[in-house]
């Protein structure tokens, strides 16, 4: 195995745990717990709409990406700098267009974006998925939605409901 094979399987590694993470967290839970909507906030399912939301958003950059003639998006833009998207109208928009659904949507559409994300960055060449001479900076246009933000609001469930997860 390659050095840039390597470097690949290591980010498609961490994106898969970050993956299984969820479906462990969404395992533990009640659908009562999944489904139900704080009174200031989103639901379980309505985060993992929102996650997979962004983590679509960072495959429409991976598909463009492909492209040998693409232009590299600059190292610290995450997919609403390179897409241009206002993510509060956006955040607002998936909310409004998936409310009314369920986490086996939820869980189908998670799957399939998160499946497809990883497959598209598979293809891409190793220049377009780390920053740096050295590879331990990878581009924030996918590291953000797969890894970062996604981790960022499994932890926030996660501290929801930690008198009541069940193991």
Do not use: C
């Not at 086996?104 to 994300?117: C, D, G, P, T």
């Amino acid at each position: 195995m390659t050095k840039s094979s390597e470097l690949t399987q290591y980010l498609i590694a961490e994106i898969e745990q970050e993956y299984r993470n969820w479906l462990d967290l969404i395992a533990s839970l009640t659908p009562e717990q999944l489904a139900k909507r704080p009174e200031d906030g989103w639901s379980v399912v309505d985060v993992l709409v929102h996650v997979t939301a962004w983590q679509e958003n960072g495959l429409k950059i991976a598909d463009t990406q492909k492209d040998p003639q693409a232009q590299t998006p600059d190292a610290q833009f995450g997919p609403s700098r390179v897409l241009n998207i206002d993510f509060e109208d956006f955040n607002q928009r998936v909310f409004e267009a998936h409310r009314d659904w369920g986490m086996e949507q939820a869980l189908a559409w998670f799957e399939s974006i998160n499946s497809s994300l990883r497959s598209a960055l598979k293809e891409l060449p190793i220049e377009r998925l780390y920053t740096d001479a050295n590879k331990r900076a990878p581009f924030n246009w996918f590291w953000r939605p797969a890894i970062v933000h996604s981790r960022e609001h499994r932890l926030d469930v996660e501290n929801r409901f930690k008198e009541t997860i069940k193991s």
